[in-house]
């Protein structure tokens, strides 16, 4: 069987969103599945004439030949599409084109699609999408799949979020007591202004990850003056898995409610480094957004969760992970880690999927 898996984000630099698409093409690689991996060069826009979409510049690559990515238009990924069983969007309400791809799609093909957070034409994509048989809404959680059911009834989901054999073996003595790690794109929905106020004298906050919105890492540098907060970029993967293994834990604060006084729809669909924390063997403690809620009732933490926003509840729950002992911690390491395994692995994900997506056609 063939596939072709197009993101309409690029994934030139590995957030969440990237990394899940990269995933999800190695995940259909294990289950046996050619993939053809394509993604814009740049970030398109949300709407373009069509004489300007079809000249738009796509990197194509085989997932599997490890061969040099080729440049393409768009009009040469449409003009693909017919030699696949299987058409994947992610990031499908990035931009217009998704619509190219649906018209593109004969009906004898199956057409899934993902959203991964980047939604520019949502409110156009709810007003013009039509259902169709041979086409199926896979969300990355149940919450992803609730929004879709605006426009897809049958929309549905699945969790992935690390594979079996990455999970590092546990060692829960003596870690770092006082220090924490945030991971991620610094960015002003990642609410890291909140785990800042949260730090009591003592505590140290490792921020890890790129800072693309300038304005945003000013604010949390004069937040943080006084206070022990490490700044530390973007580092190799190693180095960040060792130190979050390290830290007593990782905290994600993400909100609904911006520094600069702007209110979202949504900050998160999933929560992947929830999932790291655990892969990587340190208890995670987030905020109470819809889908990290949802991550942390499944691996049984919805006790670390705290209100968005509150600085004092967050600091609370930091107080109260530094003071537990070895015993306890591993007892909820090792309940947490194997819902992780068995909810949320890569490893089986495609086939979970196609299971999926039979059982509805038989009920359509």
């Keep these: 069987m063939s596939a072709a898996l197009i993101s ?133 959680s149940a919450y992803a799949a609730s929004r879709a059911g605006v426009y897809a009834r049958n929309a549905t989901w699945l969790h992935a979020a690390i594979w079996r054999r990455e999970m590092r073996p546990l060692d829960v003595v003596s870690p770092r007591r006082r220090e924490y790690v945030a991971l991620g794109r610094v960015l002003p929905h990642k609410g890291l202004e909140t785990t800042i106020d949260a730090l009591a004298e003592g505590d140290v906050l490792h921020v890890v990850g790129p800072t693309p919105d300038e304005e945003y890492g000013a604010f949390l540098r004069e937040r943080a003056r006084g206070k022990h907060v490490n700044f530390r970029g973007r580092l190799p993967r190693a180095d960040v898995r060792a130190l979050i293994a390290e830290t007593n834990g990782l905290v994600a604060a993400s909100t609904h409610h911006l520094f600069d006084g702007r209110h979202i729809e949504q900050p998160e669909l999933l929560g992947l480094v929830l999932c790291e924390a655990l892969r990587d063997g340190t208890l995670p403690v987030s905020s109470n957004v819809p889908a990290f809620a949802e991550v942390m009732g499944a691996v049984g933490l919805s006790d670390w969760t705290f209100p968005e926003g509150n600085s004092d509840a967050l600091r609370a729950d930091m107080r109260r992970l530094a003071r537990m002992d070895d015993g306890e911690r591993r007892e909820r390491l090792e309940s947490a880690r194997a819902a992780l395994v068995n909810c949320f692995a890569w490893d089986d994900y495609w086939p979970r999927v196609t299971a999926v997506i039979e059982d509805l056609r038989r009920c359509a």
Excluded at 24 to 36: K, P
Excluded at 53 to 65: E, G, K, N, Q, V
Excluded at 72 to 99: C, G, K, M, P
Aim: one cysteine or more.
């Design 8 to 140: 309409l984000y690029p994934l030139d630099a590995t957030g969440g969103g990237e990394l899940y698409t990269i995933e999800t093409a190695q995940a259909m690689l294990a289950a046996g599945e050619s993939v053809t991996i394509a993604a814009p060069v740049d970030v398109l826009p949300p709407r373009a004439d069509m004489a300007d979409r079809l000249r738009t510049a796509f990197i194509s690559t085989d997932a599997a030949s490890g061969a040099a990515p080729e440049v393409v238009t768009w009009r040469d990924v449409l003009a693909s599409l017919n030699r696949h069983d299987h058409i994947w969007v992610h990031q499908y309400l990035a931009s217009e084109l998704v619509f190219d791809v649906i018209a593109s799609t004969a009906s004898d093909q199956s057409l899934l699609f993902t959203s991964l957070g980047f939604e520019l034409i949502r409110p156009v994509f709810a007003d013009v999408y039509q259902p169709c048989p041979g086409q199926h809404f896979v969300e990355i």
